[in-house]
Antibody
Framework: EVQLVESGGGLVKPGGSLRLSCAAS????????MNWVRQAPGKGLEWVSS????????YYADSVKGRFTISRDNAKNSLYLQMNSLRAEDTAVYYC?????????????WGQGTLVTVSS | DIQMTQSPSTLSASVGDRVTITCRAS??????LAWYQQKPGKAPKLLIY???SLESGVPSRFSGSGSGTEFTLTISSLQPDDFATYYC?????????FGQGTRLEIK
């Protein structure tokens, strides 16, 4: 069974930094691209970033480019999101999501999410 | 980025009703469209992928159709567990985008 468990969320002041982690199990982590998707309170879903299986391809939404860095450690079955220069509008639940197989979407399986609150 | 527009934003319906949600893409995405169901406090759950393929374990009352820029999600006979928010998602581009969501509420 695919399991994705996010951690690292919390309360941070504007301009601060936070590092999110996603621990993966139940599948061969090194074979799949991974994504971060966020959801502001009461709002819709917004793709944040994606990383290919070997970290060769990395993409960011314009809203986070230059401030967030996605990375992975295949030996530790873990995905990360380093978030710097945080703003109030970055407040959201952050989900990690695994690429699906074949014609499935890039976000076929999701973790339960971790809440990031940016406030003074 | 490809913009996804869902309609309606809110839909009131009763158990047993047949309901349809529409999703329109700002440019052709072929059939690279997925539908998700989300309940409060939970992660989204994949229902439909590649426009019309039913995800394993999803009840057959859910169906999807369309290609190019126009897509629909149909629930043939609403069940109490179906009242939730539904999102479409395009994955034609690596910069995936979601519709704004349709909240399905009990009439």
């Amino acid at each position: 069974e695919v399991q994705l468990v996010e951690s690292g969320g919390g309360l941070v002041k504007p301009g601060g930094s936070l590092r999110l982690s996603c621990a993966a199990s139940g599948f061969t982590f090194s074979s799949y691209s991974m994504n971060w998707v966020r959801q502001a309170p009461g709002k819709g879903l917004e793709w944040v970033s994606s990383i290919s299986s070997s970290s060769s391809y990395i993409y960011y939404a314009d809203s986070v480019k230059g401030r967030f860095t996605i990375s992975r450690d295949n030996a530790k079955n873990s995905l990360y999101l380093q978030m710097n220069s945080l703003r109030a509008e970055d407040t959201a639940v952050y989900y990690c999501a695994r690429e699906g197989s074949g014609s499935h979407p890039p976000t076929g399986d999701w973790g339960q999410g971790t809440l990031v609150t940016v406030s003074s | 980025d490809i913009q996804m527009t869902q309609s309606p934003s809110t839909l009131s319906a009763s158990v047993g009703d047949r309901v349809t949600i529409t999703c329109r893409a700002s440019q052709s995405i072929s059939s690279w469209l997925a539908w998700y169901q989300q309940k409060p406090g939970k992660a989204p759950k994949l229902l439909i992928y590649k426009a019309s393929s039913l995800e394993s374990g999803v009840p057959s009352r859910f169906s999807g159709s369309g290609s190019g820029t126009e897509f629909t999600l149909t629930i043939s006979s609403l069940q109490p567990d179906d009242f939730a928010t539904y999102y479409c998602q395009q994955y034609n581009s690596y910069r995936i985008t979601f519709g704004q969501g349709t909240r399905l509420e009990i009439k």
